[in-house]
């Protein structure tokens, strides 16, 4: 029985590790003709190059952007202000979820406030934070803040709301206090309830960070999208969306690493 | 087996007496939604002496649950007492073990740290906590399966991590909430053998709350039939006298077994037939109405 669990499990693990099975290479092929089709195209006239640029046109302009170091303080600008974003609203998102879901009467006024920033498109702050705190990053951080923070609380909110009752009088009844159930059961029930959430936040506060600095800023990569755009350089705005696109999925790739780590058992269920 | 000196096997309890568990005249009512009260409980007396193996039976809804809250201290009685060994149980017991109809296994922890949860929260040193653990996985089979999470466990396993989790806290009171009744009959029986051996000794007072009046037969001392709730109350009592150790196919064997399970079946058929002829007195009322 033993034996067959070990197995098993090596099983599930050594899966994840394979790089190289049916479905992957079926989509690098799907994405390699599309882009040598791009190519050809580019090439032979058939697609205008000036608006629809070329894939090796693209390569060519974020090429020359690593190689004059023009990119860094862009990219750097925007990892900053996102991060940043994520953060406090990770910090701020879980605190008032946490009171909230111990305070009715707060609750009460939190949460419908909440879901009604939620079911709206929250970007829409952004001009008046850009009023507000200027065209430096801190409006960028707020908004990036901003987009992230509501899903953050409902994340922590309704996490703790739906931690299994059995599990806290099991921890009271082997003996533990208010603050064992605390540490044993409610922020590990959270924590799943989170990890799920960064997928969507992390998507937003980059969002938050490059729409704030598109509408007005003096760096990161939405004022180069935005310079891009009005001197209609098609190369450079594409190959700036697959830096975008790019950075994201590392920050993906790392957080699903850790996500691995810390809820191990939840990847056998 | 060699076990150190500091770690007692299992229910060896040196010089106590295990203690008694007294209900006198308890009420219990829960709110409803209308604003009015819902009883549950309307004045049950109980007495179980302390060492002895008591099943509760009764029809759904009965309270069974209820009456074991009441003792681990989970809740509260509104009316008369609830009594652990002479002393009115004001919150949660530490003396008590409770092993629940769901195996309520943290999931985030391997089976090794399951077990060892209730020591850790007692602040066990570390060395005791982990010979402990190594010792109770060996009683109940599961040497081997330390670092697993109960997600890779059959439900028997995870049964049996939980019987541990229990067991290593050496409680003087065991609680059971139907706890075999989501395992097959096969895992059962072996589940019911176990529980006779590292569980009866004389030494613990048990509260066993089943549906199954046959298993409450071979297992217990005593069996209390509830009547049918709301507002129930106790209806009957009775001695269970088969020598200890029991034999569990050979109990049920025995001549005596059909009479006493005739006889309590009696009493239980007529509370379970006044819970669903209420129903079906309802049901006819509200076609009446139709």
Known sequence: MGERLATEFAATSKCRKRPLDGPTIIRAAVVAVCLLGWEASARVGLVDKFFFSSPLLIVGAIGQQFASGAIYKHLIATLTEALWGLLLALLAGAALGWVAARNRPLAAVVEPALMLLNSVPRIVAGPILIMWLGIGPPSKVALAFFLAFVVIFFAVYSGLREVDQALVERVLVLGGTERDVLLHVYAPSVMVWVFSSLRVTVGLAFTGAIVGEFIASSQGLGYLLSFAQSSYNASLLMGVVCLIMAVVMLLFLVLSRIEARVMRWKALT | ?290
């Open chain 2, 1 to 290: 087996m060699a076990i150190a000196p500091a770690v007692a096997p299992p229910g060896v309890l040196p010089g106590k007496h295990p203690p008694d568990v007294v209900l006198d005249q308890v009420v219990k009512r829960f709110p409803r939604p209308d604003g009015g009260d819902y009883v549950v409980l309307a004045g049950i007396d109980l007495r179980v002496d302390g060492g002895t193996f008591c099943s509760i039976v009764g029809p759904s809804g009965c309270g069974k649950t209820t009456i074991l809250r009441l003792v681990a201290g989970l809740t509260r009685a509104d009316g008369g007492r609830v009594l652990v060994a002479g002393q009115a149980v004001t919150r949660v017991n530490p003396r008590v073990g409770f092993l629940f109809q769901q195996d309520a296994l943290l999931p985030w922890r391997t089976v090794h740290d399951n077990v060892a949860l209730g020591l850790r929260l007692r602040g066990t040193p570390k060395d005791e906590v982990k010979e402990r653990v190594h010792h109770w996985l060996r009683v109940v089979g599961l040497a081997g399966f330390e670092r697993h999470y109960p997600a890779q466990l059959s439900g028997g396993m995870r049964k049996r991590v939980a019987i541990a989790q229990t067991l290593i806290c050496e409680p003087e009171i065991i609680l059971m909430d139907e706890p075999f009744t989501h395992l097959d009959a096969q895992a059962r029986l072996f589940m019911e053998e176990d529980l006779l051996d590292l569980f009866v000794d004389g030494k613990r007072t048990i509260l066993f709350v089943t549906h199954d009046l046959d298993e409450a037969i071979a297992l217990s001392d005593v069996v209390v039939v509830m009547s049918a709730g709301p507002a129930s109350t106790i209806r009957a009592r009775q001695r269970i006298e088969f020598r200890r150790p029991r034999d569990l196919l050979g109990v049920r064997r025995d001549p005596g077994f059909g009479e006493l399970s005739a006889a309590l079946w009696r009493q239980l058929h007529e509370e379970v037939a006044r819970v669903y002829g209420r129903a079906a007195r309802d049901r006819v009322r509200s076609d009446q109405q139709v």
